[in-house]
């Protein structure tokens, strides 16, 4: 089994900043893409941003500035950094991650249990 836990929301004032963080564990043989997108509600959930195991990474226009995405690959690890928040950024974050598990090494998406960023205006 693998398992992806995020965590690191709270409430913070516009202008504000927070980090988020997620950790892989279980049953990896390697992890493609990272990434984090959010749900606001009665909105679909919108990608933020993504890095590949290279460290390409890939930001959504709003968000292209304000956030920085990393990771570490040795621990299985990936954050988001984002700084001048607002509250247009209030929604349910959720790290996603593309595995591959298992003796047959099928690859397939998984996904954090959502951490709730709120920003105050």
């Known amino acids: 089994q693998v398992q992806l836990v995020d965590s690191g929301g709270g409430l913070v004032q516009a202008g504000g900043s927070l980090r988020l963080s997620c950790a892989a564990s279980?049953?990896?043989?390697?992890?493609?893409?990272m990434g984090w997108y959010r749900q606001a509600p009665g909105i679909q959930r919108e990608l933020v941003a993504t890095?590949?195991?290279?460290?390409?990474?890939n930001y959504e226009d709003s968000v292209k500035g304000r956030f920085t995405i990393s990771r570490d690959n040795a621990k299985n690890t990936v954050d988001l950094q984002m700084n001048s928040l607002k509250p247009e950024d209030t929604a349910v974050y959720y790290c996603?991650?593309?595995?591959?598990?298992?003796?047959?090494?099928?690859?397939?998406?998984?996904w954090g249990q959502g951490t709730q960023v709120t920003v105050s205006s």
């Open positions: 279980g049953s990896i043989l390697s992890i493609n893409s």
């Open positions: 890095i590949t195991n290279g460290g390409s990474t």
């Open positions: 996603n991650a593309i595995i591959q598990t298992g003796r047959a090494g099928l690859w397939r998406a998984y």
